[in-house]
């Protein structure tokens, strides 16, 4: 039951009672003060937007393509670990729900669930692999092979871990995955088959990672390769240069370097070097179609939404991850009938207009 959900705020209100306080500051925190989490939800409302009226909207499409596919809209789940934490049926529910909207799903390295088993849940559905490097460059390509042999379409590279955020609400809870919770494709290519704590996680990627690695990945992957966590435009050159397909603007949610720029900030800059030689992703803080409609104007492709999914998840397992993302697309469908638009792209920079300084508000 989610109809009563008008907006994702709904949403994250029923997904957080649904949880423990370990798990639920797990999902919901960010790294030392969380200024950078804050400031990425409320960054998407500096700016103010343009609309132009009396356009024929009766026909309002959503529709985008992304890395050559289509999409119903262009809101993507982003990769978020240790989702049968958040509900029994995990990644599975997040895959199912996310194809029922018609968009794509990029699954966590440290998934709780076996990609095969992702695509098996949503045959229809579009599926990206999140991948984080480790020391052992035998396990990095044994996860990346599975998933592409389960056919998924990306390989996206996150850039901005290890290492692990200070996460103090996590610090504070002495907060452990629970024993029965495993990422058992991690634990295949790592052999032995046991349980890694988070700990013993980020121990075992790869510290040195360097934008060569990148450049290997790139021209040995059968597949796209994106990188994740860019906020700045020398390094989207760098991502470009290296060989990759695409970049997702992203701070990690705030949960890597509190005080690094809110991606709404990052992305102006970021678009302008990209120029569409690659797909440009966005991440961190979307919560409304508006956001979406002022990510587009601002030069994205599309977005990435991780706590939202994850709230729908956790409150009501596929249904709720279809209805978020429903609703985002809802939104976003009305905003852009509002700001003269029959289609995503239409919205351009002129749509837009920095907020005067006093008229900044805090979500
Ligand atoms: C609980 C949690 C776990 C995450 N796990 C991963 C991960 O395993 N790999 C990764 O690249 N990003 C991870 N992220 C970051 C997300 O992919 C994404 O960048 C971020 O959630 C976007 O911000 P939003 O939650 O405000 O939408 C995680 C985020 C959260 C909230």
Known sequence: MTEHWINVADAEREGLEKLEQGPRDYFAGGAGDEVTLRESVSAWGRWRLRPRVLNDVRE??????VLGGPVEAPVLVAPVAYQRMAHPDGERAMAAGAAAVGTAMCLSTLSTTRPAEVAAAAPNGRHWFQLYAFKDAGVTRALMEEAIAANFEAV?????????????????NRFTLPKELGTPSLSAAVGGGRALTIEETFALMNHALAWTDVGDLASECSVPVLVKGVLTAE????????????IVVSNHGGRQLDRSLATADALPEIAEAVEGRGALLVDGGIRRG?????????????VFVGRPALWG????????????????????ELALGLLGCTSVSQLTRAHLRRAPAASVYSV
């Open 156 to 172: 996206v590279v996150t850039a901005d871990a290890p290492p692990g955020g200070n996460r103090e609400r996590d610090r504070r």
């Open 235 to 246: 390094d989207a050159e760098l991502a470009l240069a290296h060989g990759a397909a695409g």
């Open 60 to 65: 309002v499409s959503t529709r985008a393509e």
């Open 290 to 302: 508006v956001d979406v409609a002022t990510a587009i104007a601002l030069g994205a492709d599309a």
């Open 313 to 332: 998840l956790a409150a009501a397992g596929a249904d709720g991850v279809e209805r978020v993302l429903g609703l985002l697309g809802q939104e976003l």
